[in-house]
């Protein structure tokens, strides 16, 4: 896949970094000219799959997030990562409500989420070393 133009960015999995995550995808996809709409879906998906790698991946806020963000033509690609637990069962973990986390009042509709507001999502597990999530959304007539 050849990106007309790509951007990678690591951060400590602190909560107050998931503001951060937004507005640096917010500001990257500017380019594409996205509708409010469009900013907000993504920024939402983005947020989400923040989220997961904060709560569910790791037991401390010293491991570390990357999000690659990458433009083809009018297609945002962007791949979330960490480096924590993996995920036990990906198809249980994207159904709507699962949780693994009841005690903290999880809705479990984190990947939910991110599949209604992206035009695709993927998620590969990598137990012990992580879980990867790609994300699309197409930009311009084509998109939703």
Known sequence: MKFNNEAT???KSKSVN????????????????????Q????????????????VH?????????EIF????????????????????DIEKAMQPFYTTCPEDERSGMGFT???TFMD???VENNTPKGTVVYMTKIFGNSGK
């Open 113 to 115: 989420v991110m599949e």
């Open 18 to 37: 998931e503001y951060f995550a937004r507005n640096a995808i917010a500001a990257f996809i500017m380019q594409l000219n996205p509708t409010i709409e």
């Open 9 to 11: 960015i690591r951060f």
């Open 57 to 65: 991946a790791y037991d401390s806020e010293d491991d570390y997030i």
């Open 120 to 122: 695709s999502l993927h």
């Open 39 to 54: 900013m907000n879906d993504v920024k939402t998906a983005v947020s989400e799959a923040v989220t997961n790698c904060k």
């Open 69 to 88: 963000c990458g433009i083809e033509g009018e297609k945002l690609h962007i791949k979330v990562s960490d480096s924590g637990k993996g995920i036990a």
